[in-house]
């Protein structure tokens, strides 16, 4: 499997709770993050936001957005497809992992960071 260690934690499910707008995973090793799609709009691994290796870019305005459809990529990882129109993100099992394991953490980080920049969650 591509891009995959031995030791990756597998998602053996995802449900998306499209009211509430969250995503549910649950691994192999029986962890289970219930994770809002603001945050995954805001952490997603693509360029956009993420950079060309430079600092992860402060994505403000994504309060209210919604993962309208999930696309499985091979046995590694899935697109996330967004109601803001971003789609270039490929979430692997690893970093949604990471994601739900430091979500906490990453979470206050961007707030932080909105704060600091004198951003909003909300869109304009």
């Known amino acids: 499997m591509a891009g995959l260690s031995p030791d990756t934690p597998i998602p053996v499910g995802i449900t998306l709770h499209s009211v509430s707008r969250m995503l549910e995973i649950v691994f192999d090793d029986e962890a289970q993050f219930t994770l809002p799609c603001e945050y995954l709009r805001v952490f997603s691994p693509s360029a956009e936001v993420r950079g060309h290796g430079g ?11 919604n993962i309208m459809a999930i696309e499985p990529i091979g046995h590694y990882a899935v697109k996330l ?3 803001d129109g971003h789609d270039s993100g490929l979430f692997g099992w690893d970093t949604l992992y990471a994601l739900g394991r430091d979500y906490a953490t990453n979470w206050q980080d961007y707030l932080d960071r909105l704060a600091v920049a004198g951003l909003s969650r909300d869109a304009d």
């Open 55 to 65: 600092p992860m870019k402060t994505v403000p305005g994504k309060r209210d957005v």
């Open 81 to 83: 497809i967004f109601s």
